[in-house]
């Protein structure tokens, strides 16, 4: 997903799929395959929820129907149109057990990715069309590098480096993001892959520079040729306060 590195590195890996269905979503990493000449999917996260333990408060972000839509131009160009659907985000104060409440359709984006012998680059701007409540304010943009590595066995290993310009917490100005994540995923059963990875992640923001770090597992099930039904779950290991993410949904060929 376009972005990702804004939202700790939150895009897709393959789980072990061929070019016949090149799916982005479960996980953190971004494949580096593409879909097909006049190929389109849509890949639609249903529910989301991301749930973090800060010290002076808890708060709980709601995402429903976080579309993404894929088209391949040659073969190994696709074009993506994204947008993060509806946010309902609840901040509840531990102190005073108040609660603030933010929701509305948040922003979109663009991207175009270009696959390679191994490995891919994908360009992508984000676009502050959201509710004023949940958008970012202003245009960000970044490159991902998605890499295959050299996989032993029934496993796939996978690299994706990313760098980007994200907008600033007060929506004002940009600044300067990067990290990566490393997937391995391998088939589990018939119709069946499963993933783990690890993500790492700097963001230099100018209230202070701080490290990230998050591991997730992934499952996809290829329910027909056409359908995958997938779930997620990243847990953050190293940040400024527990964060648990939770993600359901499914990529259609169309």
Request: aromatic share 6%; glycine share 14%; hydrophobic share 45%.
């Amino acid at each position: 997903m376009a972005g990702g590195l804004a939202a700790a590195l939150g895009a897709a890996p393959a789980l072990a799929q061929n070019r016949s269905f090149c799916a982005e979503r479960p996980g953190m990493g971004t494949p580096a395959c593409t879909l097909g000449p006049g190929q389109a999917m849509v890949e639609v996260t249903a529910f989301g929820l991301d749930h973090i333990a800060d010290p002076g408060a808890e708060i709980d972000v709601f995402t429903y129907a976080d579309t993404l839509l894929r088209y391949g131009l040659d073969d190994s160009t696709e074009l993506q149109a994204g947008l993060t659907g509806y946010i309902d985000a609840r901040t509840r104060d531990r102190a005073s057990g108040l609660e603030d409440r933010a929701h509305g359709v948040g922003d979109s984006y663009l991207a175009v990715r270009r696959a390679f012998s191994g490995f891919a680059l994908e360009a992508y701007v984000t676009l502050p069309t959201g509710a004023d409540a949940v958008s970012a304010g202003t245009w960000g943009a970044g490159l991902v590098v998605p890499i295959d590595l050299p996989s032993p066995g029934p496993f796939q290993l996978s690299l994706t480096p990313e760098i980007g310009a994200v907008p600033d917490a007060d929506g004002e100005g940009r600044h300067l993001l990067y990290g990566a994540v490393l997937g391995v995923s391998s088939e589990l059963a018939r119709n069946l892959g499963g993933g783990l990875e690890i993500s790492a992640v700097q963001d230099e923001a100018p209230e202070g520079s701080e490290f990230g770090s998050k591991i997730a597992g992934t499952l996809a099930y290829q329910a027909t040729e056409r359908l995958q039904l997938n779930a997620e779950v990243d847990v953050v290991i190293a940040g400024p306060a527990p964060r648990t993410i939770a993600l359901v949904g499914f990529a259609l060929r169309l």
